[in-house]
């Protein structure tokens, strides 16, 4: 039945074309995503992902290449009567920001924002300014494979469910619960005692390695260039080092991110 009902759809080939131009808004643009209250996936990594956490389609976006890709046949024939455009692979190539097409895209509801609530039983990461979407979706997928399911986010980082972001978080967001607040040092002031505000410094004298993590931990990263905001830092107990040999002054912040959260994995590991 699914095959049937792909061979009958008509092709657009107009870049005039209404869905066409809507789908490349919500492609370019937040404001677009967040009046829509939509996102876009690319590629059946970030649908089967997607899928598995019960989030599933509005609109499925085809190439005409895509239907003669398997695994886009098999994912469609477990969806229950999906709403598909088909576009010819040129206009396809024009939406996709991936060198390669992917031959498949799809809208889904934007995941909505569950209230925050701060308390001294998990950890968070909290992201301050960080505007590279690359590092943004590298340090969503740090924080799920090391199990930091709170994040927190100021409004000066990149959009966490922009296209870029999404690809790579590969799938992150989707086990993760993503929060937006204005005022960052703010929130931080209302955790609760238990929870270690943590921040890497140049200045720290503390070690990474010589800190107790195996307690909650909100654990705090800056932009590329800038770091935290002075505000930020001054709300953080707990400053910390990363230790380095050679020349290199500092990491980025996507490695650092990553040395921290597997850090207090190991602490956890090991005491357990």
């Known amino acids: 039945m699914m095959i049937e009902q792909l061979t009958q759809l008509q092709v657009i080939n107009s870049s005039a074309n209404p869905r066409f131009k809507q789908l490349g808004k ?156 204005s005022d960052v040092a703010n929130w931080l002031r209302t955790l609760e005692h238990g929870v270690k505000r943590v921040v890497t410094s140049l200045q720290a004298r503390s070690s990474l390695f010589d800190v107790d993590l195996t307690g909650p931990v909100a654990w705090v990263f800056g932009s590329e260039g800038a770091g935290v905001s002075e505000e930020v830092e001054r709300v953080c107990e707990t400053p910390v080092l990363i230790p380095m040999i050679g020349m290199t002054e500092s990491l980025n912040v996507g490695a650092a991110a990553a040395v921290c959260m597997f850090e207090q994995l190991r602490q956890r590991t090991k005491a357990n």
């Not at 994912?75 to 999906?82: G, I, W, Y």
């Not at 088909?86 to 498949?104: A, K």
């Open 26 to 181: 919500l492609i370019s643009s937040k404001r677009e995503r967040k009046q829509t209250g939509l996102i876009v996936l690319d590629g059946m990594h970030l649908l089967t992902s997607a899928k598995q956490q019960q989030q599933l389609p509005v609109d499925i976006y085809l190439s005409e290449s895509g239907l003669s890709n398997q695994e886009i046949l098999d994912f469609l024939s477990d969806l229950e009567r999906p709403r598909i455009t088909l576009f010819s692979d040129v206009l396809f190539s024009q939406l996709t920001e991936l060198s390669s097409q992917t031959g498949i895209m799809a809208t889904l509801p934007l995941p909505q924002e569950l209230p925050l609530h701060a308390n001294d039983k998990q950890d968070y990461l909290v992201l301050d300014g960080v505007q590279d979407p690359g590092n943004v979706g590298s340090i969503l997928r740090t924080a799920a494979a090391a199990g930091v399911s709170q994040v927190v986010l100021s409004t000066a980082c990149a959009d966490a469910w922009s296209p870029k972001v999404l690809r790579a978080g590969m799938g992150a967001h989707f086990s993760l619960s993503i929060h937006m607040v």
